[in-house]
């Protein structure tokens, strides 16, 4: 699986983006999915999962309520609308994939496939 994220940009606090992970390939729909980010110096930070039917989700306490993630397997896509956009949401965020396992993975070393980043920029 090859993934593309986008949809990053820059957005004054309390305001909203919605970020995108295009796949390729035909196996999208067997795997389960995660959004990461990670600020400069820092290890990568769990910010949500959804499983491969997307039945199941997760979320870090800190996005939890705001955050939310979704997929759309005919489209090959995922998604993380993110809304009361804080300055400390401020870095680059990452989507992963993993084959479908039965524990929703919330660990970035569980994750086998990794998008190249897009960057999430909050002013205060």
């Known amino acids: 699986v090859q993934l593309q994220a986008s949809g990053g940009g820059l957005v004054q606090a309390g305001g909203s983006l919605r970020l995108s992970c295009a796949a390729s390939?035909?196996?999208?729909?067997?795997?389960?999915m995660g959004w990461f980010r990670r600020a400069p110096g820092k290890e990568r930070e769990f910010v949500a999962a959804?499983?491969?039917?997307?039945?199941?989700?997760l979320y870090a306490d800190s996005v939890k309520g705001r955050f939310t993630i979704s997929r759309d397997n005919h489209k090959n896509t995922l998604y993380l609308q993110m809304n009361n956009l804080k300055p400390e949401d401020t870095t680059v965020y990452y989507c992963?994939?993993?084959?479908?396992?039965?524990?929703?993975?919330?660990?970035?070393?569980?994750?086998?496939?990794w998008g190249q980043g897009t960057q999430v920029t909050v002013s205060s």
């Open positions: 992963a994939a993993v084959p479908a396992r039965t524990i929703l993975p919330t660990v970035a070393q569980e994750y086998d496939h």
């Open positions: 390939g035909r196996t999208f729909s067997s795997h389960a």
């Open positions: 959804i499983s491969s039917s997307g039945g199941t989700t």
